[in-house]
């Protein structure tokens, strides 16, 4: 059979060493022990699923290993570096168990050692190095590359803490600090002679040096980045690449002059000093406030990255002009931006290549990947911070916005309005360097995430540094992972799918628009409700676990799970929510369709209105949740903590996918591709994406509604629209007076005022402009859930036709398009 067939070549070496009996349940089975005494000195008996975790994580390991160094003696004619701040894995267990086919295997290992592998697997913690959309996506392209053995390292930070834990005191969002690596890790190697030194402060010193002035940077401080490497395993075990996160630490632990001097606090400040940088995750993927920690943060995983890659490059190919046929660099968004000029620093200050070969250098490896177009969220740091912490790097900039600009002035650009427009420096709000623009021009293709989002990269952020260049910006839509959201997360969708169009779908999904044909097929119909039930049962239970509240899994479960963020609209759904539960208190014996509006997700601790919203959406749960008039018709959960592995339980249970931002402010949604591979229904606006989801899955199989992206440029400029929105909409104003009355917060009437009386005089998102579409849109998907029929077909032609999203499309498109690497 194919699995075997695949899987045998690579691990070849693996059997010899690690094949003892002959049988790899015996084989696993002792090996488990063996790490359970061996390594962390417990019995089965005293063991912890905490410590099953960890020895079965290490067997398999080896395993992993012994895959990864077969191959690591061949070099690659072409590798891929993706540089990411973030990298939201989540666990790795059931990613590794999946794709070397051995989920069955261990399950009965540790069956004989009386071990339910669903707990150990529900032991590990997730990691949580990223906030949100594009950290997840950066942790979906780490696997497609593996799976179609791209040759492929990430690099990020490791972080001792990751994205916080939330939990919620009287509905309000309270933060945790998570804490993933208190026992250590199991998946990762500590690779210390892959450490390098990183700099800070400091000045420049020029010197003689042939015809021209050589410049070398003095840093005063020096900071020791260490390699820990996660394997990352592809599909059927064919590849094993990497995920090179990088420590932080001191080079003098202790300073034992200040510590004899009595100074003992001292003694060890440099060495906090140092570690601080990887210590957390930014917790804000909602504005850039600027702070000096993550700047060096994004300087000192950057510069440890492209030192590792160009010594890597130097040992294989000796001359670094060739770089460009054997690296491609992605930058996933600006964070990693200085790549820019530490390249240039690296190719000329410390290996003496002309500024003119850097620069082709430079530009022939670099990509960036655009992912907001939030005014807020573009990077930009002041030059002065820059000149303080990165001295030589302050006068690389400068000299290549010196040559970009130059050029316009040759080219008959120079006016100035539009140097001001296309220069690195913004010089209206104090002189900041634009990361945007820096990662721009020097990189040699550009991307955004969806086909509306890269147009408008064309069209507003970047038109001006877009006319320079034309071919530089491409769009390449994000995909997903349908080894972890389909075959991983449901296990029960996928065994139909394949019962249903044969195995090969779990290596090609196109293979999905087979279930198109069996979409009004009662019995195959009967079996993908009845995954559906079992889901929706399994997260009934999680609910009422954590949270005490009883759904109905008859019920229409519409779920809502993302960062809270003013733009995706949180809060449209909740005061459509509040119109609901009036309407059925107006009406209480009409044929309402049951409901469980299902919310989640994070807000960035110092984000006050996301805070406030999350708390109207506690307070309207337990109003509702209360109230038995409307008992059996309408339930409201806000489940805490949401996580990736939380997401593997909510979106095979969902019926309906919000995706509700205002048009033109999602860059893509990834979430939206989640859900409708399992068979949800989309209700939601033109936005990102979700356009592309409409064409793929026909305009019959989604609930669109409300103004497109056009629409909301040409509303925004109409004075008041959103008092005569309100003033319009009776429905939609008796919903704001509750609100606004304290009818939700009785202990503090005027708590949700700045909720309300933003929405009266400012609505910079338009729910009131989207309000009354999307209220009538809900109800007529509340009428189509009741013609079972044709709801149940709509969510198989979503499944069917959701292929075009797997991440190994994105994948392959990015090495067709912008890495020229050749895939076999
Ligand atoms: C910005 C900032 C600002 C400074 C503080 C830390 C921080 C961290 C992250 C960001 C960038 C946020 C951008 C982002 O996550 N974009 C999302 O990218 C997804 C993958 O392309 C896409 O699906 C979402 O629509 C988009 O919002």
Same mark, same amino acid.
């Given at each position: 059979m194919h699995a075997k067939a695949a899987v045998a070549p690579a691990r070849a070496p693996a059997q010899r060493s +690690?094949?003892? %009996? #002959?049988?790899p349940v015996v084989d696993l089975r002792e090996a488990i022990r063996g790490k359970l005494g061996i390594v962390l000195g417990v019995t089965p008996e005293t063991a912890r699923p905490r410590d099953w975790f960890v020895a079965t994580a290490l067997a398999l390991r080896d395993r992993i290993a012994e895959t990864g160094l077969s191959k690591a003696t061949q070099i690659p004619h072409k590798r891929v570096y993706y540089l990411s701040l973030e990298f939201l894995i989540g666990r790795l267990m059931s990613d590794a168990l999946n794709n070397l086919g051995l989920t069955e295997t261990v399950r009965e290992a540790l069956n004989e050692l009386g071990i339910d592998l669903d707990a150990v697997q529900e032991a590990e913690p997730d990691a949580a190095l990223g906030n949100g959309g594009l950290g997840r996506l950066a942790a979906c392209f780490m696997e497609s590359m593996a799976s179609l053995s791209i040759p492929a390292i990430g690099y990020g930070i490791r972080y001792d803490h990751g994205l916080f834990r939330q939990s919620f005191k009287d509905g309000w969002q309270q933060e945790a600090p998570e804490t993933w690596l208190a026992e250590g890790n199991p998946w990762e190697f500590a690779r210390r002679e892959a450490t390098y030194k990183i700099g800070f402060g400091g000045g420049v010193t020029m010197s003689a040096s042939g015809d021209g002035i050589a410049r070398r940077w003095q840093p005063a401080e020096t900071v020791l980045a260490v390699a820990h490497d996660v394997p990352v395993v592809g599909w059927r075990g064919k590849q094993v690449n990497r995920l090179r996160l990088w420590k932080a630490e001191s080079e003098a632990p202790v300073d034992l002059a200040r510590f004899n001097g009595g100074d003992h606090v001292g003694a060890v400040s440099e060495r906090m000093r140092a570690e601080a940088i990887s210590r957390v995750l930014y917790p804000s993927d909602a504005s850039a406030e600027g702070q000096e920690l993550r700047l060096r943060q994004e300087y000192f995983f950057t510069s440890a990255s492209l030192q590792d890659l160009v010594a890597r490059h130097r040992n294989e @190919?000796? =001359? +670094? @002009?060739?770089l460009p046929d054997h690296a491609a660099i992605q930058l996933n968004d600006t964070h990693p931006a200085i790549a820019v000029p530490e390249l240039m620093r690296i190719l000329t =200050? =410390?290996? /003496? +290549?002309?500024w003119e070969d850097a620069w082709h250098v430079t530009t022939n490896t670099l990509h960036y990947t655009n992912h907001t177009l939030l005014p807020e969220a573009l990077e930009t740091w002041p030059v002065e911070l820059m000149e303080r912490l990165l001295p030589r790097h302050m006068q690389i900039i400068y000299l290549i916005n010196w040559m970009h600009l130059e050029e316009q002035g040759k080219s008959g650009k120079g006016d100035a309005a539009h140097l001001a427009s296309v220069s690195l420096i913004d010089e209206s709000h104090g002189r900041r360097v634009r990361m945007g623009h820096l990662a721009f021009h020097g990189a040699r293709r550009v991307n955004g995430v969806s086909a509306l989002h890269t147009d408008l990269m064309r069209s507003t952020v970047f038109s001006d540094l877009h006319a320079l260049d034309s071919d530089k910006i491409v769009n390449k839509t994000n995909g997903i992972t349908f080894r972890r959201w389909l075959h991983t997360a449901n296990p029960g969708l996928t065994k139909l799918a394949v019962e249903a169009v044969g195995e090969g779908v779990l290596d090609n999904p196109e293979l999905l628009t087979g279930l198109d044909k069996f979409a009004q097929d009662a019995s195959f119909v009967a079996r993908y409700r009845a995954v559906r039930r079992e889901r929706k049962e399994a997260l009934t239970a999680i609910v009422a676990d954590r949270t005490g509240i009883d759904l109905d899994p008859d019920a229409l479960f519409d779920v809502q799970v993302k960062r809270i963020h003013e733009y995706k609209r949180q809060l449209l759904n909740v005061i459509e929510t509040v119109a609901l539960y009036q309407a059925i208190k107006a009406e209480p014996h009409r044929n309402w369709t049951p409901r469980v509006k299902i919310f989640g997700g994070k807000a960035a601790p110092s984000y006050v209105q996301a805070k406030l919203i999350i708390k109207l959406a506690a307070d309207v749960a337990r109003a509702v949740n209360d109230d038995p008039e409307v008992a059996g018709r309408l339930k409201v959960v806000f489940l805490p903590n949401y996580s990736v592995s939380l997401a593997e339980a909510i979106i095979p249970a969902a019926d309906l996918s919000e995706q509700i931002s205002? &048009? #033109?402010?999602? &860059? %893509? /949604?990834?979430g939206n591709m989640k859900f409708a591979l399992n068979g949800a229904l989309t209700v939601g606006t033109l936005d990102g994406a979700n356009i592309e989801i409409r064409d793929h899955v026909g305009a019959d199989n989604i609930f669109i509604f409300g103004l497109d992206a056009a629409g909301v440029i040409a509303r925004k400029a109409v004075p008041g629209y959103a008092r005569a929105a309100i003033e319009a909409s009776p429905r939609l104003a008796a919903a704001l007076d509750m609100i606004a009355s304290g009818r939700f917060s009785p202990e503090e009437p005027g708590r949700f005022r700045p909720l309300t009386d933003d929405l009266r005089h400012r609505d910079p998102y338009l729910l009131t402009a989207d309000f009354d579409d999307y209220w009538r849109t809900q109800r007529a998907i509340d009428a189509a859930w009741r013609d079972s029929t044709t709801w149940w077909a709509k969510a198989i032609h979503n499944t069917a036709r959701m292929a075009w999203f797997s991440s190994d499309r994105s994948m392959r498109e990015y090495a067709d398009e912008i890495w020229r690497v050749r895939l076999d």
């Open positions: +690690l094949t003892v %009996s #002959g049988d @190919r000796g =001359d +670094l @002009r060739s =200050d =410390d290996h /003496g +290549l002309s205002t &048009a #033109g402010l999602e &860059a %893509s /949604g990834t």
